[in-house]
């Protein structure tokens, strides 16, 4: 079955610097990857998503890359803000949707002002 | 929030004792996952519904059964609660390719 690997597990940055968070899959078949920022004490919330039919999306601060023949995808933040401090975490899934994500087991990011 | 409840939101049981966990939705989507999050292991996948009354195991459903009689209602069963069973568990309904959380539920088994 698909396996996610996510690095690194923590990350601290200056306020206003930029973070990088990288996640590889081992199944070719699968086709979404979604993130997911986790405050403390909150549920996951889905903040980007990309499909294998494009290589890059962007939501404002935050960007999503994708190269399928490595199997690896990233997530980048901009300018960050203290308010970005979260747990992130990685996922793929395959076929049509509707399928069970597999996840990264999260990065800790801590953005110091 | 996707109009996902969980309830209860918190709970501490005994080892031994049965527990049910309960996720409910309004929005009608067919399928829905139950998942535990504990430190150093993210989410993983305990069990999942794609229709009422079809359900299939994930990852880690050892000790774990559920059941779905209706579209809205998709509940988790704990038959024996052991302390490996403490955790956080999350409920997820998908909404084509996006999967959106539940609140949680904080299950102490002491």
């Known amino acids: 079955g698909e396996n996610v690997e996510q690095h690194p597990s923590t990350l601290s940055v200056q306020e206003g610097d930029s973070a990088v968070i990288k996640c590889t899959y081992s199944?070719?078949?699968?086709?979404?990857f979604p993130w997911y920022k986790q405050e403390l004490g909150k549920r996951p919330q889905l903040i980007i998503d990309?499909?294998?039919?494009?290589g890059e999306k962007k939501d404002q601060r935050i960007a999503v890359t994708l190269n399928k023949t490595a199997k690896h995808f990233s997530l980048h933040i901009t300018e960050t803000q203290p308010e970005d401090s979260a747990v992130y975490f990685c996922a793929a899934s395959k076929d049509s949707g509707n399928t069970p994500l597999v996840f990264g087991k999260g990065t800790r990011l801590s953005v110091i002002a | 929030d996707a109009g996902i409840t969980q309830s209860p939101r918190h709970k501490v049981t005994e080892t031994g004792t049965p527990v049910t966990l309960r996720c409910h939705q309004t929005e009608n989507h067919r399928y829905m996952y139950w998942y535990r999050q504990d430190p150093g292991h993210g989410l993983r996948l305990i069990h999942y519904?794609?229709?009422?009354?079809?359900?299939d195991k994930g990852e880690v459903s050892d000790g774990y059964s559920v059941s779905r009689s209706k579209t809205e209602d998709f509940l988790l069963t704990l038959e024996s609660a052991t302390s490996s069973q403490t955790s956080v568990y999350f409920c997820a309904i998908s909404a084509g390719y996006e999967q959106y959380f539940g609140p949680g539920t904080r299950l102490t088994v002491t």
């Open positions: 990309i499909r294998s039919n494009v």
């Open positions: 519904s794609y229709g009422v009354k079809d359900t």
């Open positions: 199944d070719s078949a699968s086709n979404y």
